[in-house]
T-cell receptor, first 115, second 112 residues
Framework: DGGITQSPKYLFRKEGQNVTLSCEQNLNHDAMYWYRQDPGQGLRLIYYSQIVNDFQKGDIAEGYSVSREKKESFPLTVTSAQKNPTAFYLC??????????????FGPGTRLTVL | RKEVEQDPGPFNVPEGATVAFNCTYSNSASQSFFWYRQDCRKEPKLLMSVYSSGNEDGRFTAQLNRASQYISLLIRDSKLSDSATYLCAVNNYGGSQGNLIFGKGTKLSVKP
């Protein structure tokens, strides 16, 4: 089955620790995205990548880092510099390299809780 | 004016009712528009794409009004299973990123 997978589904972290969230897709999509969703809030863009080895900051990139070494993988690291990391993290991908022109499809998400 | 605005609801309707949601957007250059459905604690799932004046899929109809800069989603003959939060998304054409901007969602609750 083609799709987007994220792992882990739930993640607990102590303050001061960096954690990496996995996102893999086998849809052969060029573009990939990371969003954060807080209760009662819309999706906010953290980082996006339109091509391998290239990525751009979104609206709330501070405290996060990404890499795009392979087309199918776009891991997100939540660093200790992120002030309020507890949230629902969603990875998405789309066909085109012109972000916004093509539908984005989402993975099942990772719920991160900082203890 | 916020980039993409939706009435948060909740919309509480009986089964069989027709319900409509609106979503306004501020970027007049936006070219593509989407409706997503999000169930509680799940990821958004694409419901419909709206590339021209509108789109229909069974009980669901999406319309675009470029002059007034809004899109709408009409659900006819509501089912209990339609209960969810409906997000609209608009591409940020010409903006710094050219990506999708999401509204905060409208919550729908269909009652027996």
């Amino acid at each position: 089955d083609g799709g987007i997978t994220q792992s882990p589904k739930y993640l607990f972290r102590k303050e001061g620790q960096n954690v990496t969230l996995s996102c893999e897709q086998n849809l052969n999509h060029d573009a990939m995205y990371w969003y954060r969703q807080d209760p009662g809030q819309g999706l906010r863009l953290i980082y996006y990548s339109q091509i391998v080895n290239d990525f751009q900051k979104g609206d709330i990139a501070e405290g996060y880092s990404v890499s795009r070494e392979k087309k199918e993988s776009f891991p997100l690291t939540v660093t200790s510099a992120q002030k309020n990391p507890t949230a629902f993290y969603l990875c998405a991908s789309s066909i085109g390299t012109r972000g916004g022109w093509n539908e984005q499809f989402f993975g099942p998400g990772t719920r991160l809780t900082v203890l | 004016r916020k980039e993409v605005e939706q009435d948060p609801g909740p919309f509480n309707v009986p089964e069989g009712a027709t319900v409509a949601f609106n979503c306004t957007y501020s970027n007049s250059a936006s070219q593509s528009f989407f409706w997503y459905r999000q169930d509680c604690r799940k990821e958004p799932k694409l419901l419909m794409s709206v590339y021209s004046s509108g789109n229909e899929d069974g009980r669901f109809t999406a319309q675009l009004n470029r002059a007034s800069q809004y899109i709408s989603l009409l659900i006819r003959d509501s089912k209990l299973s339609d209960s969810a939060t409906y997000l609209c998304a608009v591409n940020n054409y010409g903006g710094s990123q050219g990506n999708l901007i999401f509204g905060k969602g409208t919550k729908l609750s269909v009652k027996p």
